[in-house]
T-cell receptor
Framework: AQSVTQPDIHITVSEGASLELRCNYSYGATPYLFWYVQSPGQGLQLLLKYFSGDTLVQGIKGFEAEFKRSQSSFNLRKPSVHWSDAAEYFCAVGGGSNYKLTFGKGTLLTVNP | NAGVTQTPKFQVLKTGQSMTLQCAQDMNHEYMSWYRQDPGMGLRLIHYSVGAGITDQGEVPNGYNVSRSTTEDFPLRLLSAAPSQTSVYFC????????????FGPGTRLTVL
């Protein structure tokens, strides 16, 4: 069965600091990996996705993520955080023949001024 | 395009009542799904559909029914509401489902008393 672990429930960073959100997955074949962001009271918006090819993926809002097969990880990074990045971030894995998308439990990001 | 729409935005039910959460998309997507979001649990798949007339169970299907008579609509029915079904419900759609981006609706916040 596929699964996703986001080890950090809550992260606080200062505006302008760098950010890395961790994501580890379990999947039997080549995974399709996603990062979504959810602002308070809103739906989910796709930040970026990895299907194949270059393991460093660029997304919207200046985010990037790196797929590391050997570590079963897909960590999300941003070099300089803005106050508007405060939100909850979800990593997800999919791509199986059962058409399921499995989400992690999320990481809540707080940005201090 | 309106994208994925959900109605109602908020709903309060009493235990034992039934209701239908509506979901519609105007992107001609084949794949649609329902998730519930609970604090600290991330999103969990309830039911999904890979096309009109085809539905299947997700991770947490008990207490919910779905049907897919048209490509556009994918309603979620609660047959006899229970307090454990208090949650935020998200509908999503994608072109292929397996390796395509899922677009999420704004959500329905349901409270069962």
């Amino acid at each position: 069965a596929q699964s996703v672990t986001q080890p950090d429930i809550h992260i606080t960073v200062s505006e302008g600091a760098s950010l890395e959100l961790r994501c580890n997955y379990s999947y039997g074949a080549t995974p399709y990996l996603f990062w979504y962001v959810q602002s308070p009271g809103q739906g989910l918006q796709l930040l970026l996705k990895y299907f194949s090819g270059d393991t460093l993926v660029q997304g919207i809002k200046g985010f990037e993520a790196e797929f590391k097969r050997s570590q079963s990880s897909f960590n999300l990074r941003k070099p300089s955080v803005h106050w508007s990045d405060a939100a909850e971030y979800f990593c997800a894995v999919g791509g199986g023949s059962n058409y399921k998308l499995t989400f992690g439990k999320g990481t809540l990001l707080t940005v201090n001024p | 395009n309106a994208g994925v729409t959900q109605t109602p935005k908020f709903q309060v039910l009493k235990t034992g009542q039934s209701m239908t959460l509506q979901c519609a998309q105007d992107m001609n997507h084949e794949y649609m799904s329902w998730y519930r979001q609970d604090p600290g649990m991330g999103l969990r798949l309830i039911h999904y559909s890979v096309g009109a007339g085809i539905t299947d169970q997700g991770e947490v299907p008990n207490g919910y029914n779905v049907s897919r008579s048209t490509t556009e609509d994918f309603p979620l029915r609660l047959l006899s509401a229970a307090p454990s079904q208090t949650s935020v419900y998200f509908c999503a759609s994608s072109y292929s489902g397996r390796d395509d981006t899922q677009y999420f609706g704004p959500g329905t916040r349901l409270t069962v008393l």
